[in-house]
């Protein structure tokens, strides 16, 4: 690594997914747990997702990404690097916030599994009723 490599950082959290994201100006290598983007997320799909901030932001093959992700699933693990990669833009450049703010790349996707409630079987299902 060199001495003038400036990095910027973003974290991001979706369900119980937490990603923590380096970015920094280079070819376009994006790296998640040490392995290539399209290795790590199989899925075309959550691929898209994962990587539509920098669409977005028309930085696609203009910058290198480096994340750590864990918890959660493949869909949360998506959502929390999207979250995380557009955060480190924003502070990489400020006049990408609206961009990105418009398209809804900045907002916290909050929905959480709902906990299981004591005297039933599940989050919202009852035990059936008998009256008799």
């Known amino acids: 690594m060199s001495e003038d ?67 959660g699933g493949i869909s949360g693990q998506a959502g929390a690097i999207r979250l995380g990669i557009a955060r480190a833009l924003c502070e990489m450049d400020t006049t990408l916030r609206p961009i990105l703010k418009r398209a809804g790349h900045l907002t916290r996707d909050g929905r959480k599994k709902e906990r299981k409630k004591p005297g039933q079987p599940g989050a919202r299902k009852r035990f059936q009723f008998s009256k008799r």
């Open 5 to 71: 490599l400036v990095e910027f950082l973003g974290t991001g959290r979706r369900k119980t997914s937490i990603a923590r994201v380096r970015i920094s100006t280079g070819s376009g290598k994006i790296v998640v747990n040490g392995k290539p983007i399209g290795e790590y997320c199989y899925q075309e799909v959550t691929q898209k997702m994962a990587l539509s901030p920098l669409v977005t932001a028309n930085l696609l093959g203009k910058v290198d990404a480096r994340m750590n992700v864990f918890g």
